[in-house]
Structures are given as structure tokens and as C-alpha cells.
């Protein structure tokens, strides 16, 4: 069983920042792409970004620019570094890992979910 554990939401006014982490832990072997996705009320989970083993990265396009993903592969982290936040980037923000196990089978699990306000 592999458990995501994210921290670092809040409450934060529109142009601040926010570093969003999400560490992986149990039974890995290794880990392929990483990514963070979000889900404000009433609408559909979307991707927000997303970052390969060997650091390849992709945005959502209301987000470049202003967000990064990055990953500390021997810590089994990603973090999402938010600036120049806005209003509508209020939602809770989940995070995602493509896990391969010891046995070579790899599923995809979610974190919890971290709640990010962004206060006009």
C-alpha cells in the first residue's frame, strides 16, 4: 500500500504564494510522473501540472508562468511552488502519483486533497 500525504494550503491573499508539498511513502520501487490536479466547487478535477521521473513538466495554461513542479526523487516529493495567485485558483488541490511496486505493477494513487483560498 502506498499513502501521498500533502501539506502546505492555506488561506493567502490574491498575488501571494504558496509551495504546495506531497510526499509518497509505503511499498515503491519507483515512481513515474507526479502531478498535481484541482477541483473548485461544482467543477470537474483538472490538471494542473505534471512532472516525469526525469523532470519533463507540463502546465495547465492558466497556470504558466506563475506555477512550477518540481520533485526530489530520492525524498519521493513533488511540490507545486504557486506565485502571483488569484481568486480563481481557489480549490482544493490533490496530488498524484504513478507507482510502480516491487512486483513491477504500477497503479496511480491520489492524496487526500489540500485545501488552497485565494482571498481578493
Known amino acids: 500500500q502506498v499513502q501521498l500525504v500533502e501539506s502546505g494550503g492555506g488561506l493567502v491573499q490574491a498575488g501571494g504564494s504558496l509551495r504546495l508539498s506531497c510526499a509518497a511513502s509505503?511499498?515503491?520501487?519507483?515512481?513515474?510522473?507526479m502531478g498535481w490536479y484541482r477541483q473548485a466547487p461544482g467543477k470537474q478535477r483538472e490538471l494542473v501540472a505534471a512532472i516525469t521521473s526525469g523532470g519533463s513538466t507540463n502546465y495547465a495554461d492558466s497556470v504558466k508562468g506563475r506555477f512550477t513542479i518540481s520533485r526530489d526523487n530520492a525524498k519521493n516529493t513533488v511540490y507545486l511552488q504557486m506565485n502571483s495567485l488569484k481568486p480563481e485558483d481557489t480549490a482544493v488541490y490533490y496530488c498524484n502519483a504513478d507507482v510502480v511496486h516491487t512486483t513491477r505493477i504500477q497503479y496511480k494513487y491520489w492524496g487526500q486533497g489540500t485545501q488552497v483560498t485565494v482571498s481578493s
Open positions: 509505503g511499498s515503491i520501487f519507483s515512481i513515474n510522473a
